[in-house]
């Protein structure tokens, strides 16, 4: 402890975290995880006072609404949970990946969506596909009779049929909402071999099982699009305005 007191840097406490937090900027080479959503975390964002603990938050996932109610889920709201309902770690029904932050829940149905993935946007486009895909809350090969399995046509698995698709219906074409979606801007993973490809690769091997990691890679695509552009939205408003997110009509098509 040193004995300089520090400048008037006000602090804040969150519901998340027993230490209070201050404002604090990101940059991308600092490569933080935000501890709510569990993705990387650039620009405006909240540090754990403390000196030796990680805790960092999104703006954004700071704000986030108490409840909220979800298209995906319309029997019941879904609650923001710090932390994972069930032990350490939960199953995100949206992208199939494991979670071990914040979590909008729903108790009744052990219903859990990432609040990364809850504010995914309805419609990407990529390079690699001539349409826009629009966002679905289970698999278009979800009740059929004869079992048949909808394939991720970037990673070529199978999906469980309550997983979320990004799907161009005209082109029977689909993708996972995790890495396998890409937008604009971001190489598709698929026919790579060019040479090129983790260049830097800084994180090193192994890691790529880890939720961490994934859920980088995630939102390295989302980044610049969904979560500045909802954080914009969310201080612009009130939390309100996080409900009319799911009235905008941008869908193209309707199941
Ligand atoms: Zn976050
Ligand atoms: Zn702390
Ligand atoms: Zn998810
Ligand atoms: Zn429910
Ligand atoms: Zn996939
Ligand atoms: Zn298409």
Known sequence: ????????????????????????????????ICSGCELNLIGQAFKCTKKDCD?????????????TKHKSHS????????????????????????????????SECQYDVHVGCAFIPETV??????????LVYNTPCKGREDGAMFICDVCEEDMSENLWVYYCKECDYGTHV??????????????GGGGEEGRGGGGGGGESSSAAARMKSLMKAQDEMAALQLEARIRKNTNDAILELWDEPKRRYYW
């Open 1 to 32: 402890m040193t004995s300089k007191k520090p400048v008037n840097r006000p602090s804040v406490r969150h519901p998340s975290h027993n230490h209070p937090l201050r404002l604090f900027k990101s940059q991308e080479e600092d490569e933080i």
């Open 178 to 191: 995790h890495s396998c979606a890409v937008y604009e801007d971001h190489q598709p993973k698929k026919g």
């Open 75 to 106: 029997d019941h709201p879904l609650t923001l949970l710090h932390s994972p309902p069930y032990g350490h770690s939960y199953t995100c029904d949206a992208c199939g990946q494991y979670g071990s932050g914040f979590t909008y829940n729903c």
């Open 125 to 134: 486009k990529r390079e690699d596909h001539d349409h826009p895909l629009t």
């Open 55 to 67: 805790y960092f938050l999104h703006k954004s996932c700071f704000d986030l609404p108490r409840e």
